[in-house]
T-cell receptor
Framework: DAKTTQPPSMDCAEGRAANLPCNHS???????VYWYRQIHSQGPQYIIH???NNETNEMASLIITEDRKSSTLILPHATLRDTAVYYC???????????????FGKGTKLSVKP | DAGVTQSPTHLIKTRGQHVTLRCSPI?????VSWYQQVLGQGPQFIFQ???????GRGNFPDRFSARQFPNYSSELNVNALLLGDSALYLC?????????????FGSGTQLSVL
């Protein structure tokens, strides 16, 4: 799995968009970009994933650069409940691979402030 | 529908003892993965099981073992506990072993080794 680099922490004002960057310059052609978040004392929660195209769901949008070396997770209207550690993961594309053996880094601690 | 359930939620053991952690996946999910999360770090992959067979193993010593039962529930066993085994142990399930599957995590078992 490719290594990812994320800022250790970020702040965001409540109601504003939160843009969380991730670098994955060694990502291979068949590896996906996944985002999970972990609220204190809970297990990680799936947010979104993509391969090449930008993706959007009810939680967030994922913007992947054309060269796939970086991506941005966008929470369009951050709330206090979005305060969590956000993990960007690149992987799961190897033969027989799956999301079951993803490599998590330290993530970005997002603090949403009133 | 019930999510991924893990038991016990908390456990205290002493060095050298053995521990068994249990996980029930979401109904219909056939893949179970185990992760270890040390304080301040992201989850680290231990094992993945699919259809009762081991499909992946992380960089953990042989003291760690697991199995999956016919009902797709799973156990993680750790022998000869060390202080460094103190961590949050997370179980995750998914429908299949595939690159495009979401992982659903339980809330974990907090293991303290004294």
């Amino acid at each position: 799995d490719a290594k990812t680099t994320q800022p250790p922490s970020m702040d965001c004002a409540e109601g504003r968009a939160a843009n969380l960057p991730c670098n994955h310059s060694t990502i291979s052609g068949n590896e996906y970009v996944y985002w999970y978040r972990q609220i204190h004392s809970q297990g990680p929660q799936y947010i979104i994933h993509g391969l090449k195209n930008n993706e959007t769901n009810e939680m967030a949008s994922l913007i992947i650069t054309e060269d796939r070396k970086s991506s941005t997770l966008i929470l369009p209207h951050a709330t206090l409940r979005d305060t969590a550690v956000y993990y960007c993961i690149a992987g799961g594309g190897t033969y027989g691979g799956s999301q079951g053996n993803l490599i998590f880094g330290k993530g970005t601690k997002l603090s949403v402030k009133p | 529908d019930a999510g991924v359930t893990q038991s016990p939620t908390h456990l205290i053991k002493t060095r050298g003892q053995h521990v068994t952690l249990r996980c029930s996946p979401i109904s219909g999910h056939k893949s179970v993965s185990w992760y270890q999360q040390v304080l301040g770090q992201g989850p680290q992959f231990i094992f993945q099981y699919y259809e009762k067979e081991e499909r992946g193993r992380g960089n953990f010593p042989d003291r760690f073992s697991a199995r999956q039962f016919p009902n797709y529930s799973s156990e993680l066993n750790v022998n000869a506990l060390l202080l460094g085994d103190s961590a949050l142990y997370l179980c995750a399930s998914s429908l299949r072993q595939a690159t495009n599957e979401k992982l659903f995590f339980g809330s974990g078992t907090q293991l303290s080794v004294l």
